[in-house]
């Protein structure tokens, strides 16, 4: 429950639950329970003086699943619980791997409610399976369920008018972009290695029809470190935000891009996720106090997911570190950034 000694801190909705440990490969698998374990340690050790808000586990329900999911792939699915395989070369599911995606889902849906209701500013989800990869009609990419895309959708539901989402995973989130390509209400914004799974998130992927210019994809060479997610955030990022003025930001958050990480070739620090998180703060429509929800997405090495999302979870407290001096960004970083300007500089004030 909320500690209501200290009115003052800000207040931290978290959803987990430990039927999101169950989900697991019979063979070793980089989307493993460990990470849950590292997640939850960088919540007790970060020091972030958030006052705690914890939320009772439900499930999604196939109506709410089905606002973004069609009804055919909601059947197959179920027709999978208690049972163990593959639905695509990577992604596995196990006797309990259907109920921890729906768990998973209502824990994204049981942060929105909460953050409307004003029990929180901000929101945390610290969710198995990920979810941005989940197409519509198709699992992928370690995802069943597109946890994200529901939260939006549900938003959206309860009344709020826009909606956006950053997508900071090395991955670009195909699932999340396909689901509101066309929908002018929700912002999805991506930043990702390029030419890398799973292959989408080009930077003229812009959105259709009315929704021109909605989706905005930034796509960064491999070797980008923090001058140039920072950048990229300064530059574009919060700029969108700010002119979008959402009702609610949603953060899928990986922590593939951290320079430990295995399945990447990035090079963001644990301070460049503070620094970047404490710039999508200040973008928000009521600044700190905005509504600001993270959901876990991916994250493979565990010290640099414990050490990216514990200083995310200071930035939200305000706790952020000073950049060091001196990072120029190289020619071919630069360039994919103006390039991502230009593409969305007829529909946006970038400044």
Same mark, same amino acid.
């Given at each position: 429950m909320q500690d209501l000694d200290r009115p003052d801190r800000p207040a931290l909705a978290l959803a987990d639950d430990p039927l999101f440990a169950r989900h697991?490969?019979?063979?070793?698998?980089?989307?493993?329970?460990?990470? @849950?374990?590292?997640?939850?340690?960088? #919540?007790?050790?970060? =020091?972030?003086? #958030?006052?705690r808000v914890e939320l009772r586990g439900r499930d999604a329900s196939d109506d709410?699943?089905?606002?973004?999911?069609? &009804?055919?792939? @909601?059947e197959r699915l179920g027709h999978l619980a208690g049972q163990r395989?593959?639905?695509?070369?990577?992604?596995? /599911?196990?006797?309990?791997?259907?109920?921890?995606?729906?768990?998973?889902a209502g824990g994204a849906l049981a942060l929105v409610d909460a953050l409307l209701a004003g029990e929180a500013c901000f929101g945390l989800g610290l969710l198995r399976p990920p979810g941005h990869h989940a197409r519509p009609d198709a699992a992928m990419g370690f995802c069943l369920l597109n946890n994200v895309a529901v939260a939006a959708a549900h938003a959206r539901a309860r009344g709020l008018g826009r909606v956006a989402i950053v997508d900071w995973d090395v991955h670009h989130g195909n699932g999340t972009q396909e689901m509101f390509y066309d929908d002018p209400s929700v912002l999805y914004l991506s930043l990702h290695q390029s030419r890398f799974y799973p292959g989408t998130g080009a930077v003229l992927e812009l959105g259709r029809d009315d929704a021109r210019g909605a989706t905005a994809?930034?796509? @960064? =060479? !491999? =070797?980008?470190g923090d001058a140039v997610y920072e950048a990229a955030v300064d530059r574009i990022v919060a700029p969108l935000i700010e002119d979008f003025d959402p009702d609610l930001l949603l953060v899928s958050a990986g922590y593939d891009a951290h320079e430990r990480d295995p399945l990447a070739q990035m090079r963001?620090?644990?301070?460049? /996720?503070?620094?970047?998180?404490?710039?999508?703060?200040? !973008?928000?429509?009521? &600044?700190?106090?905005?509504?600001?929800? @993270?959901?876990l997405e991916g994250g493979y090495d565990l010290v640099g997911l414990s050490g990216g999302l514990g200083a995310t979870l200071r930035a939200l407290d305000g706790d952020v570190p000073e950049p060091p001096p001196g990072r120029p960004l190289s020619a071919r970083h630069a360039e994919e950034l103006e390039q991502a300007r230009r593409a969305l500089a007829p529909f946006w004030k970038l400044g």
């Open positions: 697991r490969a019979d063979v070793p698998h980089p989307e493993r329970p460990e990470r @849950l374990d590292a997640a939850r340690a960088a #919540l007790a050790r970060s =020091g972030a003086d #958030l006052s709410e699943l089905g606002r973004v999911h069609s &009804g055919r792939y @909601l395989g593959y639905l695509d070369e990577d992604t596995y /599911y196990g006797p309990d791997s259907v109920a921890a995606a729906r768990r998973a994809n930034i796509p @960064l =060479g !491999a =070797g980008a963001l620090s644990d301070d460049g /996720y503070g620094r970047m998180t404490h710039h999508l703060t200040r !973008a928000l429509p009521r &600044g700190p106090n905005g509504r600001l929800i @993270l959901l």
